[in-house]
């Protein structure tokens, strides 16, 4: 007996259709995608600003660059910074990346980025675009004094190693180190700071009181190490993004030197 086609995989002409499933899987992981966009337009444009010049001030008349501790402050001034400028599209993203997980009626249905700030402001109050800043700006502290600092520091191991020049190979190996130091440091805070920003209220109480809350409930009910569950796929994010940030921005950096300071 001949198998009878599933009409959910193939239609009437024996042609193959796509599934609404495999329509909301394709489409679901745009989800985000503006927030995502405006989020490196403030975030990550202030942080990298605010700490090459800050970088450059502090560099020694002869060339000496900053004392690791000193880059680490830099590190968590761009960081604190950008992370504050960066919140409301960092609360936009989390609620819009989360919508697809929550029960129909209770997801909240944002069209893009400006829908989201928008309704946010005009159900929930200005405010709220700023809901888990501190927690924001603690993870934004400890991310960049790990990867800025880190690189920095790296990139300066190695050239002084001489096996290394001044070129893309010494900037990814140094964007590599930076990544796993920064994975390791910033993943129980983002745990905090994600969970802090897309908390309910439940019995009019919210979730957590703050953020030591969520580190003792998460390391009580799941487990020490559960702050750096999935740490290998963290880092295999965490570790391009970090390559291609760093290696971009030397980039633009030598480029910017040479076409308006080299006269």
Not at 72 to 90: D, L, Q, R, Y
Not at 117 to 143: N, S, Y
Not at 239 to 249: A, E, R, S
């Amino acid at each position: 007996m001949a198998a009878t086609a599933s009409p959910g995989a193939s239609g009437m002409d024996g042609k193959p259709r796509t599934s609404p499933k495999s329509v909301k899987f394709l489409f679901g992981g745009l989800a985000g995608l503006s927030a995502g966009l405006l989020r490196q337009a403030t975030y990550t444009t202030t942080r990298l600003g605010i700490y090459t010049v800050l970088f450059e001030r502090l560099t020694g008349a002869d060339g000496t660059p900053p004392g690791f501790l000193l880059k680490a402050v830099i590190g968590m001034t761009a960081g604190a910074t950008g992370a504050f400028v960066g919140t409301p599209a960092e609360v936009a993203l989390i609620r819009m990346t989360a919508d697809g997980r929550l029960p129909v009626d209770q997801r909240r249905g944002y069209k893009n980025v400006f829908n989201a700030l928008f309704r946010i402001v005009q159900e929930e109050g200005v405010p709220t675009l700023w809901r888990g800043c501190i927690p924001t700006m603690a993870r934004a502290v400890v991310v960049n004094a790990a990867q800025l600092a880190s690189y920095s520091q790296s990139k300066q191991f190695l050239l002084d190693s001489g096996y290394f020049s001044d070129n893309i190979l010494c900037h990814f190996c140094a964007s590599m180190i930076s990544g796993l130091v920064t994975t390791a440091a910033s993943m129980p805070v983002d745990i905090v700071k994600t969970r802090i920003q897309n908390m309910r209220m439940i019995d009019g109480k919210p979730e957590y009181k703050n953020g030591l809350d969520v580190l003792v409930k998460v390391v009580r009910y799941e487990g020490f190490f559960s702050l750096w569950k999935g740490f290998t796929p963290y880092y295999a994010r965490l570790g391009p993004h970090t390559v291609l940030t760093f290696i971009f921005l030397e980039q633009m950096n030598k480029a910017y030197k040479r076409l308006f300071l080299s006269g």
